[in-house]
């Protein structure tokens, strides 16, 4: 089954800058556009960036994404205890026909 | 207010089957499509398969081709997902969720637990 790769781990002190990387291939993230969620627990995922780089209303612009071939990026600036979460990329796969995510990282504010 | 909203956790013996519903609110139903995504303790988020609510066409995962089912009622703005032949292994999270081209609106979650 086609999946994407990400980190399981990911820390940052606050006002850090970090970054969640996301690998795939080509029936994914190579054809398609990548988006990411934030996941905190007993809650629904939210969309943080679509598009690979875009941003919904309401998402703080420290998040912001990237996509170069079959990879992508998280970059979270001016980390904040409230960004402690799990984030999971996922981009839509030709093979599969439906969208495959990555197996989240777990962000901690330290 | 624009929401899903699902039924609530479940426990099921082994071989049994769970139908999980998510009702939509706040926006015309049958213009997006209905997803299903699960979440095994300690994995990955795992795409079961969708549903347009419009004209009922589906499309499932090859992972659960043989045991899902997933459908819709429109004069509820209801979608379900029915797993049948259940295992220990499908004890999971269960999410419905939106699609926009990305998922911008999930249900909460439903917690279905497979146990003897």
């Known amino acids: 089954q086609s999946v994407l790769t990400q980190p399981p781990s990911a820390s940052g002190t606050p006002g850090q800058r970090v970054t969640i990387s996301c690998s795939g291939s080509?029936?994914?993230?190579?054809?398609?556009?990548l988006n990411w969620y934030q996941h905190l627990p007993g809650t629904a995922p939210k969309i943080i960036i679509y598009?690979?780089?875009q941003r919904p209303s309401g998402v703080p612009d420290r998040f912001s994404g990237s996509k170069s071939g079959t990879s992508a990026s998280l970059a979270i600036s001016g980390l904040r205890s409230e960004d402690e979460a799990e984030y999971y990329c996922?981009?839509?796969?030709?093979?599969?026909?439906?969208?495959?995510f990555g197996g989240g990282t777990k962000l901690t504010v330290l | 207010q624009v929401q899903l909203v699902q039924s609530g956790a479940e426990v099921k013996k082994p071989g049994a089957s769970v139908k999980v519903s998510c009702k939509a609110s706040?926006?015309?139903?049958?213009?997006?499509?209905i997803h299903w995504v699960r979440q095994a303790p300690g994995q990955r988020l795992e795409w079961m398969g969708w549903?347009?609510?419009?004209?009922?066409?589906?499309k499932y995962s090859q992972n659960f081709q043989d045991r899902i089912t997933i459908s819709r009622d429109t004069s509820a703005s209801t979608a379900y997902m029915e797993l049948s032949s259940l295992r220990s292994e499908d004890t999971a999270v269960y999410y419905c969720?939106?699609?926009?081209?990305?998922?911008?609106?999930w249900g909460r979650g439903t917690l279905v637990t497979v146990s003897s």
């Open positions: 080509s029936s994914n993230i190579g054809s398609n556009t």
């Open positions: 969720a939106r699609l926009l081209g990305f998922f911008d609106l």
């Open positions: 598009s690979n780089n």
């Open positions: 706040g926006y015309t139903f049958t213009s997006y499509t």
């Open positions: 549903i347009n609510a419009g004209d009922g066409d589906t």
């Open positions: 996922a981009s839509w796969d030709d093979s599969l026909n439906g969208p495959v």
